[in-house]
DNA sequence: CCTACCGATCGGTAGG
DNA sequence: CCTACCGATCGGTAGG
């Protein structure tokens, strides 16, 4: 019954993330997750191979959907700014979407084993690549400033992640108005326009 | 002789600082620490009262260093342009100084138990506070546009933290590089002056 | 999906 | 600072 079987493996990551994200990869044990499971530990092991397991699907089911943000991002959004606001409004909305899997992904990943890291920084570094090509867009249209895409590249993903650190789904901002906000920000700066 | 025995503190602090921000708080072991202090396990509780003793002196070590930082910054400099810019190459000293006391502060402090978490949190509030009041300096100066100062602050503090997932000491930024370019961003985002 | 269980390791203490 | 040790808990397996 593979239907069966799936699902049940989705409860189990789901409530893995939740755990994951609230205590920590390290400090959950197999045990947390079957309680809240009303199962027993063993049984897990008849839907995942083992704890690792789970965080692997956790990390690179996230990693798949900025990814898949992205490229269509790129595929079908004509001008920078454009194409920035909606990168900015898509990230966001993963987070928010699933943000106990979004926080794992953001902050255990490094438990992850050798090999697993490596893939995963790979996805990491596609995904960055993605908006440094944004930033490009905006530059070769004259409206960016000649920034260091890198660089600024790692400060729009730090604002955004950051978010998962305080937002609250009950809070009085929405996903598009923090999207909004950020991207005002991100392309604005502090400084008045004409300051004098 | 209470000098050997601080400094022997000092120590077990430093290298849990590096084991905890390499490996996470929980998945460190005691063992580890006294395995590179050259000890073993049970001579550690010479020094110190237990695992978490260790990380809430990392994490409130780190955040009496950013209060003074920020007290001072409000203390001496003027205008509001000039703070901010101070306040950010002061946090960034901080985080490259200590690398591995601020990796820790930043990722693991939910390892505290309930009430060293409260009272963690009232300091990053009280810091957040000072990095608002340069901002409202900037706008009362008419400098900065009438932000949100704290959805500003936190796309402020997430661009300087996020700076310890990526800067190596033997890069080719200076801590001081990173700073200036950091408060260009902040302050004149990623749009052309006068774009048409 | 459960019972029963494994060897390994955990944070920490007693006593010197 | 060490030896010796504690009870608890860990991820995971065997066998049904």
Redesign the pocket.
Known sequence: MPT?FTN?KD?IVQIAAELFSKKG??????????EH??????????????????LHTICFTTADRFINAIDEVNDIYFNGEEKLRMAVKNHIQILTDNMAEAQVFLREWRHLNEENIQAFIQLRDRYEKGIQSILQTGIDENVFQEVDKKFATLNILSSVNWIVEWYRPDGNMSPEEIADKISDFLLTGLHKKQPF
């Open positions: 069966r049940r409860q990869y390290s400090a959950t044990s197999m045990r947390d997750i079957a499971m009303k199962m027993e530990a063993a049984s897990l092991y008849n839907h995942i191979s083992s704890k690792e397991d789970i």
